[in-house]
């Protein structure tokens, strides 16, 4: 079984994995499986009050578990796949425990062949945040993982050294920009014309 199909596997039995993205390396669970979202908070020791954004395959696939209206899908069409993170509003599927019981859910296509085969072959939507404790700086490569958070994983996908930029979080609805990261300036751009 290669490196991704073990962690594609993994994700589905409820286990959590690291796997690179076009930002930094993330760590990745069922999205949708309250359980295992707990997990993901525990591993990073979160506070439970901060949201943790979702990874889709494609822009259509994240209709399954958003509503998004009309600009919404126009900003998710021009900037999907890629370094960003655009707030939603959620549909049931999508746990409290994910978004801490807010109505809007943070939606990832990202820019990376690895990290869309495996929200493929998870089939199911996954973790989209940072593989650290909450508090430590971003892993770039693997063998930069804390062994502590990595004994907590069950599959590391290596993809090599990633670029580092953080995603850039947006709320299209309220044309609020939340954390500015890769292509934060062209988003403002578009937020202003549109």
Do not use: Q
Not at 24 to 32: D, E, R
Not at 35 to 45: I, L, N, S, T
Not at 50 to 57: C, E, N, W
Not at 58 to 86: D, I, K, N, Q
């Amino acid at each position: 079984m290669s490196e991704l199909e073990s962690a594609a596997a993994a994700i589905r039995s409820g286990e959590l994995v690291v796997y690179p993205t076009e930002t930094v390396y993330g760590l990745g669970a069922n999205a949708v499986d309250a359980d295992a979202v707990e997990r993901v908070f525990e591993a990073k020791g979160r506070d439970r009050s901060k949201p943790i954004s979702m990874a889709v395959p494609s822009v259509p696939a994240a209709f399954e578990y958003v509503r998004a209206s009309s600009r919404e899908r126009e900003f998710m069409a021009t900037f999907l796949p890629g370094p960003v993170t655009v707030l939603c509003r959620r549909r049931e599927a999508v746990p409290d425990m994910l978004t801490s019981g807010r109505d809007r859910v943070g939606i990832r296509v990202p820019d990376h062949p690895l990290a869309l085969r495996l929200c493929e072959r998870a089939g199911t939507p996954i973790t989209a945040t940072s593989a650290n404790e909450s508090g430590s700086g971003s892993v770039r490569r693997p063998d930069a993982l804390d062994p502590a958070f990595r004994e907590r994983v069950a599959a590391v996908v290596d993809g090599g050294e990633t670029p580092g930029t953080e995603s850039t979080v947006v709320d299209v609805s309220s044309g609020t920009i939340h954390r500015r990261g890769a292509r934060a300036d062209e988003i403002e751009r578009w937020l202003e014309s549109h």
